[in-house]
């Protein structure tokens, strides 16, 4: 019996899937949204769009890659900031800087993550929900509880204060649009990210603090 034929590659550079996901969250970045379409993709990457289906099997399979690779990073720098032998008051104002940059970078990722949650199968929405919310809740739970321990911090729900933290984050630089044209601010300035990560400190920090 003849050998198997080896599978024929795509002809594409060596790391096809992530100068995909690049594209794909510089086109949500840049534009305001938490969707691409194939067609800017493949102009964007420089990759023909057929290659979606290769590595990911779908759009739906890339948003889902994208998703896995920025949230990961997200959860396990939470993890290392409870690991770290600094008083719980340091860690929140630390978490809150690592909050506005991460939206500066990628405002779309928590309103994706949201969206394939709703939108997946039940089994695999539950498992994005596991592997990146519920972490998040917990780590919440662990600081809040160090500090209100601590006689630092006031008890507060900690699920109500991730939600009080992340949904004024995401609605900020969700408002590129309208901050335009308003006042002809843009959101992804450096100057208005350390006017927010101030505004954070001084509101939301101070706001728990007994």
Known sequence: MPAAKPRPQPDAAPDAPTQLLDAASEIMR????DDVSLSELARRSGLNSALVKYYFGNKAGLLRA???REWSVRVRSVEALLAKDVDPETKLRIHMVGVVDNFFRQPYTHR????MIRESEPAEGRRLAESYLKPMFAAYEALIGEGVAAGVFRPVDPQLFYFTVIGAADRFFTAQIALRYCSGTEVLDEGLRQ???DHLDQFVVAGILV
């Open 195 to 197: 006017r927010y990560r």
């Open 30 to 33: 840049q534009g305001d949204i």
């Open 112 to 115: 994706l993550l949201m969206r």
């Open 66 to 68: 994208l998703i896995d």
